[in-house]
């Protein structure tokens, strides 16, 4: 059982264009779980789904109380994997996908190797301007240390194992002396993964080098038209089918690949060591 997890709340014109991109996927193998917070406009959500979807199998639910931007979309994974489903293809309301954007995660399902954590759509790293989106390379698949939500995907076993509790904060991504940096464990639950996946050298996420999803929101909790202009305003994503797909290591990658991953990696490194810097200070020690 594949399934497809959704969130919206108050966007339902992005969350429109959304579903019209999924259904220009290979739908045959997924259902969708749809859940929508309880607003004045839940039911607009109702109708689009009905008048979009035509015969996808999905379900659409509206919350009984507001859930927020961690446990909503926690909850509807959750309910995925308890009902058998083995693998989830992670997505909210502002994004657009490609047509093979279930493809990738299909491939990802196949090929699985026991250090994956996930796979993102999208190459890069939370809060960061360098996102990779690459045209020249729409077969290329690469191992990366950072993680974003721009679209993602994720087993059943890798998400009891290690990501279920890190989402909600049950289990912190790094502990230090008593206390953790803030970006992998308060700044949400993205931040939580990417934080965990950095402080676990042992395990990668697999990216696009040419992305399959993008973000479509230039206003939201977390989104302001300056910082989406710098991010997303000319990113281009994939508008073709899949082509056969390659994982190439990241020192085999073309040079305009490759040293964006290595500065990503470097990127990483220097914020690790910059919020280990601030909790000593905060704890007074040397």
């Not at 779980?33 to 379900?59: C, K, M, Q």
């Not at 890798?158 to 803030?182: F, I, K």
């Not at 040419?210 to 909790?221: E, M």
């Amino acid at each position: 059982m594949k399934t497809i997890s959704l969130t919206g709340k108050d966007r339902p014109q992005l969350f429109q264009e959304l579903l019209r991109c999924l259904v220009a996927n290979d739908l045959r193998e997924w259902t969708l779980s749809i859940a929508i917070e309880p607003t004045p406009i839940a039911g607009e959500f109702v109708t689009i789904a009905r008048d979009t979807l035509g015969d996808v199998d999905y379900s659409i639910t509206v919350n009984e109380r507001v859930l927020g931007i961690r446990r909503n979309p926690f909850e509807v994974i959750k309910r995925n994997f308890e009902q058998g489903s083995d693998l989830n293809l992670c997505l909210e309301e502002d994004l657009l996908l490609s047509p093979d954007a279930t493809e990738l995660a299909l491939w990802y399902q196949r090929n699985h190797r026991a250090y994956w954590l996930c796979m993102c759509l999208l190459a890069g790293p939370c809060g960061s301007a360098s996102l990779v989106s690459n045209p020249r390379h729409p077969d290329v698949l690469f191992e990366a240390t950072t993680f974003n939500s721009i679209g993602f995907v994720i087993r059943r076993q890798e998400w009891t194992d290690l990501e279920r509790g890190v989402w909600m904060g049950t289990t912190r991504p790094h502990q230090l002396w008593g206390g953790h940096a803030d970006w992998r464990f308060g700044w949400g639950w993205d931040w939580s993964v990417y934080g965990y996946l950095a402080a676990n050298p042992e395990l990668r996420c697999v990216q696009p080098a040419f992305g399959r999803a993008t973000h479509n929101g230039v206003t939201g909790t977390h989104s302001h038209p300056e910082a989406f202009s710098k991010k997303f305003g000319q990113l281009p994503i994939n508008h073709q089918r899949s082509p056969d797909l390659h994982l190439v290591a990241v020192e085999d990658l073309p040079n305009e690949l490759r040293s964006q991953v290595y500065a990503h990696e470097e990127l990483t490194a220097m914020r690790q060591e910059l919020e280990d810097l601030e909790v000593r200070h905060r704890h007074g020690l040397p």
